[in-house]
């Protein structure tokens, strides 16, 4: 059925909350999903609305699975538990999601689109579903997967380390100030982008091209398997 939630915080303690099939949530508030022990976990498999400004959390340590639609029209929301998605994200103009600790799995059916941004700073991120993202993809921290062919406008990487087996296409900017590109994939900067080097070293472990432009003012490039065209 329908739920609104307005105000106040869900404090989890060996407690499941389900937001079953045909099951439609309105999240008007800034609040928190907050672990008080035990194994807890927040499924969704219906469809939830952040209608409201702010920021939406899961807490470490509550896991969050999507098997349904969330869509992120106003705000943030901040998943910092891990979880499994099969189903989708949708991203206004404007608003985020982060991915902030814990093992993430999205699998081959999930989805993440839209307009909005998307930041990891921590944990362990495996993307094997659709990622169409108009605004930033930003890696800070952690380990994040892109398991298959993808095609991004723009991404910092920063810190932590993004991976992967595929193709990475990059069609407009890759900042790239620190933090590691590794896996069997590839990374390639398209001939309408710009490849922007600067900041501190960098570890190269997989295969970077660049056909575009290409500004290098500051920090080395480790290779450790790593190959540069």
Known sequence: GQCEWSSGNIRFSNGTFVNAVGGEMDVTLSGNLEWNGGENRFINEGVIRKVGEGQLEANASVGFDNRGEIDVQLGSLVLSGGGTSSGEY???????????????????????????????????????GAYEMGGLT????????????????????????????????????????????????????????????????KELQRRLVTAGQCEWSSGNIRFSNGTFV
Do not use: C, H, P
């Open 90 to 128: 949708l991203l206004n103009e404007g608003v985020s999601l982060s991915y902030t600790g814990g093992d993430t799995v999205l699998t081959e059916t999930s989805g993440l689109r839209g307009a909005g941004s998307v930041s990891f700073t921590g944990g362990n991120t495996q993307i094997g």
């Open 138 to 201: 930003s890696i800070s921290g952690g380990r994040v997967g892109f398991n298959g062919d993808r095609s991004i406008g723009e991404i910092v990487l920063s810190g932590g380390t993004l991976e992967g087996s595929g193709v990475m296409e990059i069609r407009d900017r890759f900042s790239w100030t620190g933090g590691t590109l590794r896996g069997s994939g590839e990374t390639r900067m398209n001939s309408g982008g710009t490849l922007i080097l600067e900041g501190r070293r």
